[in-house]
Nanobody, 120 residues
């Protein structure tokens, strides 16, 4: 019953910017954390950035100083502002919501992913 939906991906030239959005909806009692992951073809899915409901953040070393994660707890939304994009940032970006359900179980749900392509 919980749905996670990403948007904002697209094609951009190196050095450009994109802003990704993610919304979680359904029987969510409270959000514990939301984060962004990415996966390039033939590679493992990796964490890009995560933010807790309290505002603590963690970034992959490869994106520090370029990407900024933010959230709107009231709306169960998370954003990823991506600046100074590089071709190696090309991947499918997935949103993950870690939340407590109405039965008080800690649950994780994934979005369908949004493609980010950075041209050289």
């Amino acid at each position: 019953q919980v749905h996670v939906v990403e948007s904002g991906g697209g094609l951009v030239q190196a050095g450009g910017s994109l802003r990704l959005s993610c919304a979680a909806s359904g029987n969510i009692f409270s959000i514990n954390a939301m984060g962004w992951y990415r996966q390039a073809p033939g590679k493992q899915r990796e964490l890009v950035a995560v933010i807790t409901a309290g505002g603590s953040v963690n970034y992959a070393d490869s994106v520090k100083g370029r990407f900024t994660i933010s959230r709107n707890n009231a709306r169960n939304m998370v954003y990823l502002q991506m600046n100074s994009l590089k071709p190696e940032d090309t991947a499918i970006y997935y949103c993950n919501a870690d939340y407590y359900s109405d039965s008080y179980s800690l649950v994780g749900s994934w979005g369908q992913g949004t493609q980010v392509t950075v041209s050289s």
